[in-house]
């Protein structure tokens, strides 16, 4: 079939939708990258659903109704002269790929070459990525992935070769710009059999007002492979982001992630890893900050399906004003998943009375040979420690920025990688005044 057959096809299934897809202007001139099977598939499911309500369990402390509410617009605008200093991370050498309002941008792309790893965008069809296309993503109930396949523009491929230790890093950018616009982004990450790499995803707003990003990754590691992810998340206050990264993770590797939210308006992130082989090691931190009336909810589950594994999850919180912050934690054991040492820690600090945190860690154990604990933590500054530091000569405003920055400071130890710890320490100090 000619493009211009394509093209009508795929002007037919979206005139033909009837669900409340309706809410997205789509320019006639926007291509999407996801097959058009999974377009189909992803269109008969997105029928059957209906946005969550604070009803289900999963959705129980966040709204969605403005996104619901918002009409947005998808359609490839010039950004070409758009200015990436303030989102480009000092120092951290190798590749980035660009993305704005959901749209790959060759200009503000760089590639530099390294032996044993493959980067593009999904637009130009790396043949390679598409058996792993929706092979690990939920549907059952999951809106925003169905959502996600039928109207993603464009996404990054990232494929790391058996055997390769990739030095440099890859930064990739999700930018939106401009007014009541939707970016819905499809990622493919590879590291085969004993590769080791490192990738830093970024997520950031200019000149945006009530944007919604929709970003579903999907991350397979290898055996005896070491991926590490570096996530950071800075909108803005009337932004919207759904981000998603769907993991499996093979035997004797070692998978982390570490997600850094600062600002954004409503943001969730749902983090699900299947641990698929015997001898792996995951690691799950974050640290959120929140002030005004931002909302940040982070589910993570990790499914431990087989035995002789290790899983470590640390995130912290610290709200002000009238932020509100969710975190749900699971983490399953399976039957036959035993010799498993499973950690989860999730500790927040309210630095005002109207401040709202919804804590809710869970394990669910069907081995009996395991060790595996899990805790939440929930209180305000130590007064005594304030007044201690305020003795000694340091204002109130930087005693309890040097206490806020030292609870935090455990999550942001996590980031091995010196240049985005140093980016994440820069943010920190301009748009809170916190030396850490």
């Not at 369990?57 to 950004?79: G, H, L, Q």
């Not at 304030?386 to 980031?415: D, P, Q, T, W």
């Not at 980016?423 to 920190?428: A, I, S, Y």
């Amino acid at each position: 079939m000619d493009q211009s057959g394509i093209r009508a096809i795929r002007k037919e299934m979206i005139e033909d939708l009837k669900f409340e897809i309706e809410n997205l202007n789509i320019a006639s001139d926007v291509n999407f990258v996801l097959p058009l099977a999974n377009r189909n598939r992803a269109a008969e499911i997105l029928q059957t659903l209906d946005y969550p309500t604070t009803r289900m369990e999963a959705w129980k402390y966040t709204r969605v109704a403005k996104i619901k509410n918002t009409t947005f617009s998808v359609s490839k605008r010039d950004n070409e002269n758009l200015d990436l200093t303030p989102f480009l991370i000092p120092n951290l050498q190798g590749s980035r790929i660009v993305f704005v309002n959901g749209f790959y941008n060759e200009k503000l792309s760089v590639f530099e070459a390294e032996s044993g790893i493959s980067i593009s965008p999904m637009s130009e069809n790396p043949t390679w990525a598409s058996s792993y296309i929706d092979s690990i993503l939920p549907f059952d109930g999951e809106i925003f992935n169905a959502m996600n396949s039928y109207t993603a523009t464009d996404g990054v491929a990232i494929q790391i070769a058996k055997k390769s230790n990739i030095q440099q890093s890859v930064q990739v950018i999700f930018i939106n710009s401009g007014e009541y616009t939707y970016a819905s982004n499809r990622n493919i990450i590879v590291c085969e059999d004993f590769a080791s790499a490192h990738i830093s995803l970024g997520f950031f707003s200019e000149n945006a007002v009530n944007s919604f990003q929709n970003v579903v990754s999907e991350i397979f590691v290898g055996a005896n492979a070491n991926l590490t992810i570096d996530k950071i998340q800075l909108e803005n206050e009337t932004s919207f982001t759904i981000a998603t990264e769907q993991v499996k993770q093979e035997k004797d590797a070692t998978f982390t992630i570490n997600t850094i939210t600062l600002d954004g308006g409503l943001v969730r992130n749902n983090l699900s890893i299947a641990v698929d082989g015997q001898n792996s090691e995951t690691n799950l931190s974050g640290a959120y900050v929140l002030k005004g009336k931002q909302h940040v909810d982070n589910h993570t589950v990790v499914d431990h399906k087989v035995a002789h594994c290790l899983s470590n999850e640390l995130y912290k919180g610290v709200m002000d004003e009238n932020s509100t912050a969710v975190f749900n934690g699971k983490v399953f054991v399976r039957k036959d998943a035993q010799k498993i040492n499973a950690f989860q820690s999730n500790g927040n600090v309210l630095l005002s009375d109207n401040a709202t945190i919804n804590s809710k860690p869970e394990l669910e154990i069907y081995a009996d040979d395991v060790k595996c604990s899990h805790g939440s933590t929930t209180g305000q500054l130590d007064e005594e420690a304030v007044f201690y530091l305020r003795a000694r000569g340091i204002s109130e405003k930087s005693a309890r920025a040097l206490m806020v920055a030292a609870f935090i400071g455990e999550v942001l130890e996590k980031i091995e990688n010196e240049a985005v710890r140093d980016f994440v320490d820069q943010k920190l100090l301009e748009k809170f005044g916190w030396e850490m």
